[in-house]
Structures are given as structure tokens and as C-alpha cells.
């Protein structure tokens, strides 16, 4: 993620995303009926947040290297390009952003 982040607030992150982590695998255990321990839900949370950082770091590069501070959804595409399943979700939910943003617009 963003170099500048300061390590309180790197921390308050990663401890949203155990518990948020923590809640989907205890949904999924309760379905399954299955137990996972703690340790597995620290194991997957920094493993997704390896691939946040991962993700985050293409994303900044891609904008950087077209010459711009802001992410776009542009690189968000770009950086889905090698997953086809991830890419069609996330194409479809672009444009139907973009499209429910266009009929809140007039002409004028």
C-alpha cells in the first residue's frame, strides 16, 4: 500500500481485515460444519493483505507510469487482465457504475 502510511493506521487495517476475515470464515465454518482456529485466520489474513499490498503497489504503478496521481478503473482492468473470471466481474460492475452514473446526468 501507500508507502506513506503510517503504522498506526497500517495496523487499524490489517486488524479490520482479520476481523472481517474472522467473520466470513466463521459464516463459512458454521455452513460447512467445520472448526478453524485462530492461527488459520491470522494465516489467511496476511495473506490476503500480502496481496493487497501486491495489488495496491500495480495499481500506483500503472497510474504513475501513464502519468497520473489517481488510480482509474482503467487500472483496475489492467491489473484483473490475467484473471478472466475477475476481470468480467469487475468490467460488469464498472459499467454498470458508469451507466447508473450517466442517467443521474441531464443534458443540457
Do not use: Y
Amino acid at each position: 500500500m501507500a508507502d506513506n502510511m503510517d503504522d498506526e493506521t497500517r495496523e487499524r487495517l490489517k486488524a479490520a481485515l482479520w476481523f472481517s476475515i474472522g467473520k466470513i470464515v466463521d459464516a463459512e465454518t458454521l455452513r460447512l460444519g467445520v472448526n478453524a482456529t485462530p492461527q488459520f485466520i491470522g494465516a489467511l489474513t496476511e495473506m490476503v493483505w500480502a496481496q493487497i499490498e501486491s495489488v495496491s503497489q500495480d495499481l500506483e504503478s500503472f497510474a504513475k507510469h501513464a502519468g497520473r496521481s489517481t488510480v482509474t478503473t482503467d487500472d483496475v482492468l489492467l491489473v484483473t487482465r490475467r484473471n478472466d473470471a475477475l476481470h468480467d466481474i469487475m468490467k460488469e460492475f464498472i459499467d454498470k457504475e458508469k451507466a447508473a452514473s450517466g442517467k443521474g446526468k441531464r443534458r443540457q
